[in-house]
């Protein structure tokens, strides 16, 4: 959702005069050209560089409407909407045009503690609701308690200006120093954290203010009045407060408490007897000289207020204050940058001692290892080296191995040719033998000089073996089982 509208407030407002101004911001009367309806326009110039000290960052601003758009309460001024051009950011809020709240006291004749309680009352619920959703406002003030309208018979109370407004995150610290030095709380001053109790304090210094028209712990300096505020230095003025019912004194005393433990809370303010008791009954018949005391607390008040509106002292305005705290903002956080930076330091040295001690102890074993390595590769290079020798031997031995093998093939083929032609001879001679012996024709009844045995078979055998022992010498038996040698008479008559 888009927090700012960039569009130009004139095109949907038409602009009137002004209503107030401050440092950086000027309140202007307006009014909706669609509807009529009559508006306050919030003008607060944007700073336009980090380095400049002129106009307001723009996460300030943010951080004022983004509270202002969570709030929606009848004591607390309500936010219409925000446009945003180049060097301002406008806030279209409703019109309080009552004026402030002691303008309208010291106009008063007479003041009583039951009217008082009746606006301090508006005030505690306007904060109670702000308190409830842990939002402070951290700038309760006179000039920031305003009316809706003056001309009723109780005005309703306004709460305006969010500029300083925090949300207070539980379990986070905040610290800042900011504020009218008149009103801040001493946690402020001596820059502790920081939470909801110092709208507490504001509240006890404005109903001080209220029934005596005198500032509690407003000193002639700047200074004067910051160390009052720190030794909580004040008292109840029998000439101020001489009328002033205990009670309402005890109310401002439990508010005024420098340990925050003790300080009232919002809710303990609603509830304290000063506020809830109706026993305060103005008089309706009062004595001359007590009137005359009455007029005098109004007047008071009256040269208080005045007094505000004019030309403020050096040591309440907001700027020579905010130029205060700029310095010891920036002092705390010089001071934070060097605890953080010793600490960096001391770190960085445990580190570099650490890293140190484990480069040494990486560096011997690294020294270790680095002797095993050149050990275990110089047996590697001897070892590498056999294999080489090895090899080399391998290779001579496989290549004379090779020459060998050509010569006992060409060996082989010259044998087998030899083999192959006397295969060739013999099968002939074999054959022309065959052809001899079936040419012989022998009687098989005559046997000449060997009885009981023909010629032909006696031919054979002796051919037979004188063939097998021819064979037996030249070829040792190795053709013998490739001829077949059938001599017998079968054969021959085949």
């Not at 904060?127 to 001309?151: Q, S």
């Not at 480069?359 to 680095?370: I, T, V």
Request: charged share 30%; net charge negative; hydrophobic share 35%.
């Amino acid at each position: 959702m888009e927090l700012f509208k960039q569009q130009n407030v004139e095109d949907f407002y038409e602009i009137g005069e002004e209503l107030g101004s401050g440092q950086f911001a000027i309140v202007k009367q307006c009014r909706e050209k669609s509807s009529g309806l009559q508006f306050a326009a919030k003008f607060i110039k944007k700073r336009q560089s980090m380095a400049s000290s002129r106009g307001v960052r723009r996460e300030e601003i943010e951080r004022e409407v983004t509270i202002l758009q969570r709030v929606q309460h009848q004591n607390i001024v309500t936010l219409r909407e925000v446009y945003e051009n180049r060097t301002d950011v406008v806030l279209i809020l409703e019109l309080v045009s009552g004026g402030e709240l002691f303008d309208f006291l010291a106009q008063k004749e007479s003041l009583s503690e039951e009217e008082a309680t009746q606006f301090i009352k508006q005030i505690l619920e306007g904060v109670n609701y702000l308190h409830a959703r842990k939002i402070a406002h951290f700038d309760l003030k006179p000039e920031n308690i305003m009316l809706l309208d003056k001309n009723v018979s109780l005005p309703r109370i306004k709460l305006i200006d969010f500029g300083l407004a925090h949300t207070i995150d539980a379990g986070v610290e905040f610290k800042n120093i900011f504020g009218t030095p008149e009103f801040v709380a001493p946690e402020i001053v001596n820059y502790e954290p920081l939470g909801l109790e110092a709208d507490m304090w504001s509240i006890g210094v404005i109903t001080y203010i209220l029934l005596s028209g005198a500032s509690p712990f407003l000193g002639e300096t700047k200074q004067d009045t910051l160390g009052n505020i720190s030794a909580v230095n004040y008292e109840f003025d029998e000439e101020f407060f001489c009328h002033t019912s205990e009670l309402a004194k005890r109310f401002i005393s439990q508010l005024l408490e420098k340990d925050k433990k003790k300080r009232l809370t919002i809710r303990e303010a609603l509830s304290h007897p000063w506020i809830t008791n109706n026993e305060h009954k103005e008089e309706r018949a009062q004595e001359p000289r007590k009137r005359e005391r009455r007029q005098l607390k109004t007047k008071r008040l009256r040269e208080y207020t005045i007094k505000s509106h004019s030309s403020m002292p050096p040591n309440n305005t907001y700027m020579n204050f905010e130029r205060f705290a700029q310095v010891v903002e920036d002092i705390d956080h010089m001071e934070s940058s060097f605890i953080t930076l010793a600490a960096a330091h001391d770190s960085l040295q445990e580190d570099i001692d650490a890293l140190v001690s484990i480069y040494n102890e990486k560096e011997a074993w690294y020294k270790e290892e680095s002797e095993e390595v050149r050990h275990e590769l110089s047996q590697i290079r001897y070892e590498f080296r056999k294999v080489e020798a090895s090899k080399k031997s391998l290779q001579d031995d496989m290549q004379a191995f090779n020459c060998s093998l050509a010569a006992v093939g060409e060996r082989f083929q010259e044998r087998q040719g030899h083999f192959e032609a006397l295969h060739l001879e013999l099968s002939e001679e074999l054959r022309w033998v065959q052809e001899v012996v079936g040419s012989f024709q022998v009687d098989t009844g005559g046997g000449g000089g060997y009885p009981n045995c023909g010629f032909s078979s006696v031919f054979n055998n002796d051919v037979n073996e004188a063939l097998k022992e021819l064979l037996n010498r030249s070829c040792g038996g190795e053709l013998l089982s490739g001829i077949n040698l059938d001599l017998s008479e079968t054969g021959q008559q085949r």
